[in-house]
């Protein structure tokens, strides 16, 4: 018997029951929200050229490169799959719904927030935008996330983009995201509970991603990683896999951000759902599959005259490539054609592009070296980073920057070598 998915269905003929609670569970609002039935205010700001209003909705300025990075994903989108529509399930004031309608010209994009306070000023942004014909490309509802991503998967109605911006993790809403999502849709999810990410709570991790993860001098991208994972369960689960176009750190907040593609079938490259090792002793890091989890040990456990091994295995999170190297050079194509680089909160837009473009290198491990840590392990004083990339491919390795620490190089170059290097560095000096 053919096993026939939801997504292959024609959409359902049967409305579905109006919900007599609208909001079952309480939704979580930012502690800053405007308490039911307030006034808002109005106050306009200006990103990439739109004017638009944030009344007194959640709104965080230093996101304006995360917005970027998803209108250039979704535009291309667009141009690859001919359609284009948008749920921003989270969208505070609208100022992504109102990006993915006037910079990716999105076919529809229904904005939903919980919270009703912000209907006029959700409104009144999507007013803004022109209308094309007869045709209403936007609606606006006040619903709780997961019920309205239910009711488009139960009505098999998808959509070709996904963007969940929650406070704290985001994983509750993985599984119905997926659900709602077109085969080959783009899901754009958020975790700013960097407590977890940064490997401070393994609890929190298991109990949001079902990884273990504690504090290593990579945790950021670790953070990433195990938000990739998270996705890449769910949607095993369902019998999907998903690729990871772009992740994004960003420090302000801290923001961890992954843009990922939908795909039929199982994880092709199972070698990319595994384990991270870390030896606190040596430095040495490692990915590990799950056939080798049994018997992990550190190089430097055979030299330990004390036996105490010191390899923490963090996992199972994603140990691939963090971007796909050809949609990244594509958004930054087209981010050039529009004007957009060299302009961005931090990093710029162009410098960040370019540097994902590099860390997408398929022979890179997992995680970075930071030069501090092998300043420290040599006993010398940090090597220039320039001075320290040129070695590292002058050994034959290979190695770039990384968006996301400054003072750090990805690399397949060992830390044991890293530290030989800086010393030989050193001495040359
Ligand atoms: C981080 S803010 C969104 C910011 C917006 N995407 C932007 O770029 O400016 C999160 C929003 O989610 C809303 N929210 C919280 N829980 C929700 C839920 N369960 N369903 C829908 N919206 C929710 C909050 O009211 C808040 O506006």
């Not at 399930?89 to 912000?118: H, K, P, Q, T």
């Amino acid at each position: 018997m053919t096993f026939l998915s939801p997504k292959t269905l024609s959409p359902s003929p049967f409305p579905l029951l109006p919900l007599k609670n609208p909001n079952p569970k309480p939704p979580h609002f930012h502690p800053h929200s405007p308490a039911p039935n307030t006034v808002c205010q109005t106050e306009y700001r200006t990103e990439r050229g739109i004017e638009f209003d944030i009344g007194e909705s959640f709104f965080r300025q230093e996101s304006a490169t995360a917005r970027d990075l998803g209108v250039l994903a979704a535009s291309l989108h667009r141009k690859f799959n001919g359609s284009l529509r948008v749920l921003d399930a989270m969208c505070g004031c609208g100022i992504r719904s109102l990006r993915y309608l006037a910079e990716a010209e999105a076919d529809f994009v229904l904005a939903n927030d919980a919270n009703d306070n912000y209907r006029r000023v959700i409104l009144s942004n999507m007013r803004r935008v022109p209308r094309v014909g007869e045709e209403k490309r936007w609606t606006v509802t006040h619903f709780d996330a997961d019920r309205v991503m239910t009711e488009y998967y139960l009505h098999r109605d998808y959509f070709d983009l996904i963007d969940v911006d929650s406070f704290g993790s985001d994983s509750s809403y993985f599984r119905p995201a997926l659900n709602a999502l077109k085969w080959g849709g783009l899901l754009y999810v958020t975790s700013t509970d960097g407590y977890t990410s940064g490997g401070n709570r393994p609890y929190h991790s298991v109990a949001s991603y079902g990884a273990y993860v504690c504090r290593v001098p990579y945790s950021n991208e670790v953070g990433l990683r195990m938000l990739i994972g998270g996705v890449v369960r769910e949607a095993s689960v369902l019998g999907y896999h998903v690729t990871p176009l772009f992740s994004y750190y960003s420090f302000h907040g801290p923001v961890f951000r992954v843009m990922l593609r939908l795909n039929h079938g199982m994880l092709p490259e199972k070698r990319h759902y595994g384990f991270i090792g870390y030896c606190r002793r040596c430095g040495h890091s490692q990915a590990f599959s799950w056939d080798e989890l049994g018997g992990i040990d550190c190089p430097c456990d055979k030299s330990n005259v004390s036996g105490s091994g010191s390899l923490v295995v963090l996992g199972p999170l994603w140990t691939g490539p963090l971007h796909t190297t050809t949609y990244i050079t594509e958004m930054l194509n087209l981010a050039e054609q529009w004007g957009w680089i060299s302009s961005g909160m931090g990093l710029d837009l162009e410098k960040l592009l370019k540097r994902m473009i590099d860390e997408s290198d398929p022979e890179l491990p997992p995680g970075y070296i930071n030069l501090d840590e092998v300043a420290k392990r040599a006993k010398v004083n940090s090597p220039p980073m320039k001075t320290m990339m040129s070695s590292i491919h002058e050994e034959g390795y290979v190695a770039s920057r990384s968006h996301i620490a400054s003072n750090a190089v990805k690399t397949n170059c060992p830390m044991a070598e890293c530290v030989r290097i800086a010393k030989e560095l050193n001495g040359a000096e």
